[in-house]
């Protein structure tokens, strides 16, 4: 089974830019989260799609946003992008049961520079 | 909300050694405690998990340990090997927590030959 494929790896933008990230996640999982890793703050939880349902948030501003599509493929959009947004961006993906925590199988990021 | 801390921040072992790496949490609700690898390039993975119902539970040279009085969970590695280095992270949450975890800051272990 194909894991959770992130696209592009790599990314490079300028301050003020927005920025989308896309995540296929593997095959039948459902809920999708994404992550901000940064030496400093290290693994923070951005949010979570299931069914094209946001149904959780972590505390990061409004500039900062998802969705889901119905075939369970997410994007995060970040607008109006500041330097502190340089880091990498995980993307998740869970079976989800419905009735106790399913585990999470990461991607290998997206690394965005912003300059 | 959910508070992780994580100990030893660098660890460093001999090959064919134990490692030991250790967290402790903060929300009692917590029931949920995954172990994540991640190496140079790659995000990270999952090695084992344990669940609030389960004091101990092993796979081949790895273990975890859970507390729950204490809200302690500890990784055991046994017989380090040089392909062990890596980040590892540990995890909690809480009920259904819809994709949210709290992970601690890190280990990085060196496994030296």
């Known amino acids: 089974k194909a894991g959770v494929t992130q696209t592009p790896r790599y990314l490079i933008k300028t301050r003020g830019q927005q920025v989308t990230l896309s995540c296929s996640p593997i095959?039948?999982?459902?809920?999708v989260s994404w992550y901000q890793q940064t030496p400093g703050q290290g693994l923070q939880f951005l949010f979570e799609?299931?069914?094209?349902?946001?149904?959780n948030k972590g505390n990061f501003p409004g500039r900062f946003s998802g969705r889901q599509f119905s075939n369970s493929r997410s994007e995060m959009n970040v607008s109006t992008l500041e330097l502190g947004d340089s880091a990498l961006y995980l993307c998740a993906s869970s079976s989800d049961t419905g009735t106790r925590n399913s585990p999470l199988h990461f991607g290998n990021g997206t690394r965005l520079t912003v300059t | 909300g959910e508070n992780v801390e994580q100990h030893p921040s660098t660890l460093s072992v001999q090959e064919g050694d134990s490692a030991v790496i250790k967290c402790t949490y903060s929300?009692?609700?917590?029931?949920?405690f995954p172990w994540y690898k991640q190496e140079l390039g790659k995000g990270p993975q999952l090695i084992i998990d344990i669940r609030s119902n389960v004091g101990e539970k092993k796979d081949q040279r790895i273990a975890v340990t859970l507390n729950k009085t204490a809200k302690h969970f500890s990784l055991h590695i046994t017989e380090t090997q040089p392909e062990d280095s890596a980040v590892y992270f540990c995890a909690a949450s809480g009920g259904t927590s819809y994709g949210k975890l709290t992970f601690g800051q890190g280990t990085i272990l060196t496994v030296h030959p």
């Open positions: 799609y299931f069914s094209e349902t946001q149904r």
């Open positions: 095959s039948g999982h459902r809920s």
């Open positions: 929300d009692s609700a917590s029931n949920y």
